[in-house]
């Protein structure tokens, strides 16, 4: 098992897991979580990381169900014009295969278009080309799947035993931190962040700036927020998402 700045070495199990998550537990934000994800698994091949929970309906989009990834904004974008979730042969594959697993880019049929073709494009420019998926849960059973990705496969049991704890614990604390979608609301990380500067009381535009998006997207994350917690306005929103201890001002 490659680990430590691929040192190979063997430590007990109980060794590892304690190492790994002192790394990650003291990680103050999604970026710090992000970062020494990637310091954690990347001796194993992949290079990109997608958290995600699993699409409730086939029209579910990359962006609304993505708890925290690596991935360039622009390749989000363009996987949202070319196909759904439910269209993706990797998403596909979660509903059919139990435990880790790993699987192919290859285009789903039906999606032949001029966009597949630049997401596909895309996805070999950024050095998606292999990928492996990873079930993850938390103590209260709350699951997600992590997709790893890079140039070459991981082909070493050792090395997916070691993913497969990493991306797991990197879970947990994402969960800790309050930035994935609560079971009851199913609120995505954008969704979150849009909430939170709201509750700091910036506007639309002032969002948008912040986080790098457009201001219709900002307004498209806050009316989906406020309708999976029912609520009749951004204030209301705000307040409901305080109440159920999604987000803290």
Not at 153 to 182: H, K, T, Y
Not at 206 to 224: C, D, P, Q, W, Y
Not at 225 to 230: E, I, P, V, W
Not at 233 to 238: D, E
Request: one cysteine or more.
């Amino acid at each position: 098992m490659r680990y430590r700045d691929g040192d190979v070495h063997a430590v007990s199990f109980s060794t590892l897991v304690s190492d790994i998550t002192d790394r990650l537990a003291d990680a103050q934000n999604v970026d710090q979580v992000s970062t020494r994800f990637i310091a954690l698994i990347k001796d194993c091949g992949p290079t990109h990381f997608l958290t995600i929970e699993l699409p409730t309906f086939t029209g579910d989009c990359l962006r609304s169900r993505t708890i925290l990834t690596n991935w360039p904004a622009p390749l989000v974008a363009t996987f949202d014009k070319a196909i759904t979730l439910c269209e993706w042969p990797i998403i596909q594959s979660l509903h059919r295969k139990v435990g880790s697993h790993s699987s192919d880019w290859s285009r789903p049929r039906g999606c032949d278009t001029v966009a597949m073709a630049d997401l596909s494009e895309m996805l070999r420019e950024t050095g998606l080309i292999y990928s492996n998926v990873f079930y993850v849960h938390d103590m209260n059973g709350r699951t997600a799947s992590v997709i790893l990705s890079g140039r070459v496969p991981i082909s070493e049991v050792a090395d997916v035993g070691f993913l497969q704890l990493v991306s797991n614990i990197m879970f947990n604390r994402l969960v800790a931190l309050r930035v994935g979608s609560p079971p009851d609301a199913n609120i995505s990380v954008r969704e979150l962040e849009c909430l939170r500067w709201t509750g700091e009381g910036k506007t639309s535009g002032e969002i948008a700036k912040l986080l790098g998006l457009s201001e219709h997207t900002v307004n498209h994350h806050l009316l989906s927020a406020g309708r999976k917690l029912g609520a009749s306005n951004r204030t209301n929103s705000v307040i409901r998402a305080v109440r159920r201890g999604i987000l803290s001002l």
